[in-house]
């Protein structure tokens, strides 16, 4: 037998080396593969349709396609309290690179999203500077810019599995408050320096022009790094969900201080504490005290295919893959194991990837039929390794729902259902 | 867009210009942002547009208010919401009582929050949600007293102002471990 009817078996329950991710075609694995569902098609092949008649001509704005119209946020519905607030969920499990299209970047709202006209918002530097500065968006416009791909994840990401018993719901719904994106705007560094921060200068205090003026503090070292003021997003103006005409945008970060329809930096010797910095966004330990300004989002990964509520049709050669991300710094590996953390197999991760930004991993699996629980562990360039559920969870109180970045379990039946368990 | 588009040619061209004198040793004195184009602002322009609090009381404006004074207002426009001792309803949090030691804990404005200043500063901006920013700041300092009277922080006379509020004692101010050097 050649390698390519027997390929290699690098972890226990059909996890096979990532070598033969190209050499391995579906039908690779001979005799399991035709054991597939889905047969061939039978008969002649017809000519269809719409080889027959023209299509529709270009549009001003593209729109997907209507048989990938499934393809959308999981929005929560309208809150009677709190007009406007809520999220909505990137379909984690419906994307497979790492760049998240525009309108499927998940959305966190505190007051709803206002309609600004660039014409009319202003965007002031003040506080400890030399000369309190105010720009116009024209004014940004003109200035040279930076283009980064950047991940954004809120803190309360994955909170979801924070919770006792393990919720019966799918990727998105879990992990979906997590995108990535080309971020392009103007160094905040260069227009600090416009102002001329004085040296009493510590932290920046920002805030958003929303109804709910949403207040972050950001220590001034990590300001004058590298953080930009977003402009344009994925190569177009940034959407109004996420803070047109222009955001803070805090690479690695929680995703809550890249404040959006930024309107306000003064530049102060200590932090606002704003309620989105105390009453939130605080992580609950077992002792009952709090850690503040816990900024970089931990090293973690998610398996997003096969994921939670989906339903392996076939035994044979899957594709195992997923995302993983880092605000410590880029993925170096990712392992998977398919019995439930016994043994593992690194995955391969797909090139390009870079600092900050999603890695898209893959390996192959042979599913016998018998049941399996699948995971991902994520290592970052900092040798951060992502926790295991019950590490994370003796980190914090039960009651914390930030910063989790356990490992998740997809538990896949012999009927092939695929469930969100704890394991 | 299209009249700074010559001043952002120009001042590329002279930054660019910078360098390669740079390069050859010669000083030319040309500033730091090839591009430099905000507009001169002053604080006090900017005093009815800064709404931070900072927790040592700066920015805090004039006017005061008593928690006796508040809690007519309090149950005018908040009450229905937070119920009328601050306990909280469906969709509106509590702001009073709780603790962080309970299974599970209650965090609530006086069980939770370290800084007095937050109050101010949040009911400011961003309370009542229908109408955020249309309080008064004698009635944020009004309902301020009343909310910290209510979770036993204050007394109901107890005058709050720019200079006392800096002072008021939360509870669980010793509460946070600040790991942003980290």
Known sequence: MDTKNNPQHVAGNGLIHRRHLLGLGLAGIGSIAAGSALGADAGMLNIPSWSKIPGNGPSEYGTPSPFAGDVKRLAGGPSATAPGSGVSRTPLHLLRGTITPNSLHFERHHSGVPAIDPAQHRFVIHGLVRQALSFTYEDLLAYPMVSQIYFLECSGNSGANTVATAGDTNAAAIHGLLSCAEWTGVRLSTLLAEAGVTDAAAWITATGADAASMGRSIPLPKALDDVMIALYQNGEPIRPEQGYPMRLFVPGWEGNVSVKWLTQIKVADAPAHFRDETSKYTDLLPDGKSLQFTYPMGVKSVITSPSGQMKLLRQGIHEITGVAWSGHGAIRRVEISADGGRTWADAHIEAGQQHLALARFRLPWQWSGAPAILQSRATDSSNNVQPSREIWMAAYNPANRYHYNAIQSWSVSAQGDVTNVYA | ?182
């Open chain 2, 1 to 182: 867009m299209f009249m700074r588009k010559p001043v952002f040619m120009r001042a590329l061209a002279a930054g660019v210009f910078t360098l390669s004198v740079a390069s050859i040793g010669l000083a030319a004195d040309l500033p730091a942002n090839p591009v430099a184009l905000g507009s001169p602002i002053t604080e006090a322009q900017l005093a009815d547009w800064d709404l931070i609090v900072a927790p040592d009381g700066d920015n805090l404006p004039d006017g005061s208010g008593t928690a006796a004074q508040g809690q007519m207002i309090y149950h005018q426009k908040c009450a229905a919401c937070h119920g009328t001792a601050g306990e909280g309803a469906s969709g509106s949090p509590a702001l009073v009582g709780g603790s962080v030691s309970t299974t599970p804990p209650l965090l609530t404005v006086g069980s939770y929050w370290p800084h007095a200043s937050t109050l101010f500063d949040y009911v400011r901006r961003a309370m009542p949600p229908t109408a955020p920013k249309s309080l008064s700041n004698t009635e944020v300092y009004q309902l301020t007293a009343y909310v910290l009277h209510l979770h036993g922080v204050v007394a109901e006379d107890f005058v709050l102002d720019k200079n006392t509020l800096p002072a008021v004692q939360m509870p669980n101010r010793d509460g946070f471990i600040d790991v942003s050097a980290n």
